[in-house]
């Protein structure tokens, strides 16, 4: 919606800016603020809030204001250092320096090592760490004292990527949204009047990008360039504007703008040049926070399965008492999943599992557990739970979900969880019993499949009937071991195993008949009969379901 505001004079002189409060446009696409003011003065505090942890105040006082970066040059001052925060590498008399700085002005110096200083008071010295670069320390200074990067430090605290994208989507003129190298939506802005295409709102409900990254032509060309990038709309998909931001050498991912009109497009590209590096800082402080919320996620995830921490953890985290806990765990059967990263795979099963238990259970902690991740929700009602992990399930038909039983007490969650995990295992080797199961619904098929594991590590099942059937079937492609196991399972019936077969009782009959006499297992001793009915309904299941067959097997044949 365009909006008329009068500005006057002085707000549109290079380097004003004003605070918003709702966003207007002109029809060159400029925006602004309602409540508007020039821009604000730049102290040391924002440099030193922006660049955390690489940049800490050691002496002097952080309440100063700075207009500019410049680099001491070996040999004394060069030039008029006034206002300015003067980068001194290689400088270790920082006494000496910081005697010039103050003659000629300088905001402050930053030196690697800032030790056996005087306490003057001008100018403040500042402290690079040892993992801080130089020339990516001096692109953020600068950048935070641009007009542009001025809107960011008043306007999102560092690491809030959602705040920095509306901060920047104010200023661009278009929605904003981060996106990390995986493919994952870090954050979006969510400004009304600024309006999406079909795909990016697809995109942001579901955090993340259709594509891999890596197969994505627009991702691979932004990623490649040193500069933003300039997209036409395509279709029904409007024009953005790109660019990669790094840090350091390294890729923290993308920055991508929706394009308000064709002619504002190299007016964002510049902009998005020019706040890059503090959009660096804002990547780098949000992937740490989220690394120490994913630590203390598994140190929770810890608390509550460890049967000794239990009742202290759960009780810490808000858990409910009289009321069942159980434990969800959730995987991706990478043997039918699209070709991505397992990690970026892992990554998005959880940010599904979050958001939607978060909604569904009142209390409720997720975490990645080893290759999957693991939900430990308050709910008694068990038909919720299968509905809430059958809803995870349906957004991608590669997940498989096992559900533990109810927990009474929290020491009872670590079974819970010893259950979801056997009714996991045991999917993931049967995809044909469905996408989700609950322990004690399938306890007697994971016996069964432990036991068949047991019985499969023992010398006598070593050439035994089981064998010596399966081996027939894939020399002579016959069908023997299905038709003994549906006979056996039968009780011994030959029109019961028929009808499940879908064959003629005269050729289950004819089968039987080899078995016994081609390969001499007496079907009719008792003890044979358990033995071979054991081995053949324990035998690792195949993706048609839990009946044994024999590869390239077809029925109809002899």
Sequence with gaps: ???????????????????????????GGDFYMVGTRRSPEVTLKDAIATCEPHLALVAGSD?????????????????????RIVLCPGITDGEELRLAAARSGAAAIVLREAAELRASSTPAVLRLSSHGDWAEIAAALRAIADPAG?????????????????????????????????????GYSTLSDQPLDP????????????????????????????????????????????????????????????????????????????????????????????EKIDDRRRDVMAGLLDPSTAAVTSARQGYPPRVDIVVERFAIDFATAPDESRSRALRRLLNVVLSSASTWFAHSRTSIVDDGVTSVVAESDAARI?????????????????????????????????EA???????????????????????????????????????????????????????????????????????????AASAKLHLHQNTVRNRLTRVREELGIDLDDPDTRLWLWLRLATR?????????????????RP
């Design 386 to 418: 299968r509905a809430h992990a059958e809803f995870v399930a349906s957004a991608d038909p590669s997940v498989r979900a096992g559900l533990g039983g109810a927990a009474t007490t929290p020491a009872g969650i670590a079974r819970s969880a010893r």
């Design 63 to 83: 309440d100063v204001s700075y207009s500019g970066v410049g680099f001491h040059e070996s040999g004394g001052v060069d030039g008029d250092w006034s206002g």
């Design 1 to 27: 919606m365009v909006v008329p505001l009068e500005i006057d004079s002085a707000m549109q002189a290079p380097g004003a800016i004003c605070r918003i409060d709702s966003q207007v446009t002109d029809e």
């Design 421 to 495: 995990e056997l009714a996991l295992g045991y999917l993931l080797t049967a995809p044909a019993d469905g996408a989700v199961a609950r322990f004690d619904d399938i306890r007697d098929r994971v016996a069964l499949a432990q036991v068949g594991t047991f019985l499969a590590d023992l010398p006598l099942a070593v050439a035994d009937h089981a064998e010596r059937l399966s081996d027939f079937d894939l020399r002579h492609a016959t069908e023997l071991t299905l038709t003994t196991f549906e006979y056996l399972q039968a009780g011994q019936s030959i029109a």
């Design 199 to 290: 795909e990016r709102k697809r995109i942001t409900l579901s955090l993340r990008e259709d594509r891999d990254p890596s197969e994505d032509v627009q991702q691979i060309a932004v990623v490649n360039a040193s500069r933003a990038l300039i997209f036409p709309p395509e279709g029904e998909s409007f024009g953005r504007v790109a660019r990669a931001v790094r840090g350091g050498g390294e890729l923290l991912g993308t920055v991508w703008v929706v394009l308000p009109s064709e002619a504002a497009g190299p007016r964002i590209a510049e902009l998005l040049d020019t706040v890059e590096p503090v959009l660096a800082q804002h990547f780098r402080r949000a992937r740490n926070e989220a």
């Design 540 to 556: 690792e299941r195949v993706s048609e379901g839990s009946r044994p067959r024999a590869l390239h097997a077809q029925d109809g």
């Design 150 to 186: 001025q809107s960011y430090v008043a306007a999102a605290p560092v690491g809030d990527l959602f705040a920095a994208a509306n901060a920047l989507a104010a200023r661009a003129g278009g929605a904003v949204g981060f996106v990390d190298p995986t493919g994952r939506v870090l």
